[in-house]
């Protein structure tokens, strides 16, 4: 009997839901697995239908996006009960994303710099989206626009994750036969992605790490041979689970972390500064100073992608 | 006053939804779109170093 899937995308830009049609023939495959009842991307689903659905209905779910607002946080919990397995898919949902970036502002600094302090738009009166709004008979909804961005785990139940920014397809694919074939492993896992250091798949050559400075990229022609990290740049590899195909070193750009941490570390961003902290080429309190103080903006470097899901998680307020 | 709305509208990338407002005679009253989603790139690229802007703003729309 054919599966029943139901695919959205939370706070996304669409680029998972676009990597589950870059499987390109095997897409036929996945309509062959399964039926698709909700796919807003590519297919005309509407919400009231998914509401209709019988509890567990859906043999799995596949969220993108973080959590931004009430809007993704209501269909992320009516596909939670829907659906009896829910994956995480992509580093949004995984990890927070980019998305999660925002979290270093509150609900006011990014709606005031939107829609009245950027430089193309025009807001005399200094509107701002509302959450109710009326005029005569008519009202009007809009989600609310929530203080912090989460990941989908840190609103719901999830069964799996399918890391990356975007999943690499073929990654996607094998993790939908795992559903197909009911050889999932056990709940917490991550599917779709390799299980060790990216580092450790890196083709490129490895020495002894003594930093003395974090470089940025027009400083430094790097060698195409060797290590980024060795050659100053920060590079994610050492923390960051393996399984994109080193698509960005191949390219001679340095890891930003997108496919999340490897099993058993919490915190991306900081085991990368305890990383660092390890491969400083100095060892009096002010010469380690001046080498830290060469890395620019630490925190959406270090945390580029996981901001949500690390242990700082969003600026006080 | 009836209302019918259609969401999530599905022939745009990113999120829509409209709502159409019938009159007594059920003709079209007014329609409303509405855009519920925002990131706020434009907020947290501030102050990022400059070779990381490329790095991010595709992350905008990856359709």
Redesign the interface.
């Known amino acids: 009997m054919k599966l029943k899937f139901g695919i959205y995308w939370g706070a996304a830009c669409g680029g998972c839901d676009v990597a589950i049609l870059d499987t390109h023939e095997k897409i036929l495959e996945i309509a062959d697995m399964a039926d698709i009842f909700l796919w807003p991307l590519a297919m005309d689903f509407k919400y009231k239908k998914i509401r209709a659905l019988e509890d567990n209905y859906l043999d799995a779910s596949f969220f993108s996006g973080a959590i931004r607002n009430s809007e993704n946080e209501e269909i992320a919990r009516l596909l939670r009960r829907k659906s009896k397995v829910m994956v995480a898919l992509g580093a949004c949902a995984h990890i927070g994303g980019i998305p999660g970036l925002a979290n270093m502002y509150t609900r006011e600094d990014v709606l005031n710099r939107v829609y009245r302090e950027s430089e193309s738009t025009i807001n005399e009166e200094g509107i701002i989206p509302r959450e109710a709004w009326s005029e005569g008979e008519y009202e009007l909804e809009l989600p609310r626009f929530y203080n912090t961005v989460k990941t989908l785990d840190q609103i719901i139940n999830v069964e799996y994750y399918i890391p990356g920014c975007p999943p690499v397809p073929l990654q996607i694919y094998s993790a939908l036969t795992l559903v197909r074939d009911g050889m999932l492993p056990p709940k917490g896992s991550v599917i779709g992605a390799g299980d060790r250091a990216l580092c450790e798949q890196c083709p490129r050559v490895k020495e002894e790490k003594k930093l003395t400075g974090i470089k940025r990229v027009h400083e430094v022609i790097p060698d195409p041979e060797k290590c980024l990290l060795e050659q100053g740049l920060i590079c994610l590899g050492p923390v960051t689970r393996s399984g994109c195909g080193s698509r960005c070193i191949k390219s001679g750009v340095p890891c930003r972390g997108c496919y999340g941490p490897v099993d058993d570390v919490k915190d991306q961003g900081f085991a990368m500064l305890s990383a660092l902290a390890s491969s400083l080429d100095a060892k009096e309190q002010k010469d380690i100073d001046a080498i830290i103080d060469t890395i620019e903006d630490p925190l959406r470097t270090l945390h580029r992608f996981s901001l949500a899901a690390s242990m700082l998680r969003r600026k006080k307020v | 006053?009836k209302r019918i709305e259609?969401?999530?509208i599905?022939?745009l990338?990113?999120?829509g939804k409209i709502?159409i407002?019938l009159n007594e005679q059920g003709e079209v009253d007014?329609v409303?779109l509405?855009i519920?989603?925002?990131?706020?790139f434009?907020?947290?690229v501030?102050?990022?170093?400059v070779?990381?802007i490329p790095?991010?703003v595709?992350?905008?729309?990856?359709?």
């Not at chain 2, 595709?58 to 359709?63: L, Y």
């Open positions: 006053m259609i969401d999530p599905t022939r990338e990113g999120h709502t407002f007014n409303y509405q519920p989603e925002l990131r706020g434009e907020k947290f501030e102050g990022l170093p070779e990381e790095r991010v595709p992350r905008i729309c990856g359709v």
